[in-house]
Nanobody, 126 residues
């Protein structure tokens, strides 16, 4: 079973950038899609970004498109979320996830992930 541990969250001012990391252990993530989700207080968890197992395709929620970039370093079993131009609506707990259903899946999944990290808090002040 894979363990996912996020890091890099914190308190920043609007307009700032943050880099979140997700380190996987227990199994390889090579070939499996990875994603980031977030949950704001009082709201349901929502998809943020995902990257295909091959690393050559990504997908983003409309709310973060053009501001966030997801990438992966399979040699380090890590997925990164680079966040820019943060605003107060980005305040949430950010969790990474692995889609262990199908290796080398051709799509960039926005749901159905099988393994989750505990999350890291991102707070953006105005």
């Amino acid at each position: 079973q894979v363990q996912l541990v996020e890091s890099g969250g914190g308190l920043v001012q609007a307009g700032a950038s943050l880099r979140l990391s997700c380190a996987a252990s227990g199994r390889t993530v090579i070939g499996y899609a990875m994603g980031w989700f977030r949950q704001a207080p009082g709201k349901e968890r929502e998809f943020v970004a995902a990257i295909r197992g091959s690393g050559d395709s990504t997908g983003y929620a409309d709310s973060v498109k053009g501001r966030f970039v997801i990438s992966r370093d399979d040699a380090k079993n890590t997925v990164i979320l680079q966040m820019g131009s943060l605003n107060t609506e980005d305040t949430a707990i950010y969790s990474c996830a692995l889609d262990g259903r199908t290796r080398w899946f051709s799509d960039v999944p926005t749901s159905g992930y099988t393994d989750w990290g505990q999350g890291t808090q991102v707070t953006v002040s105005s």
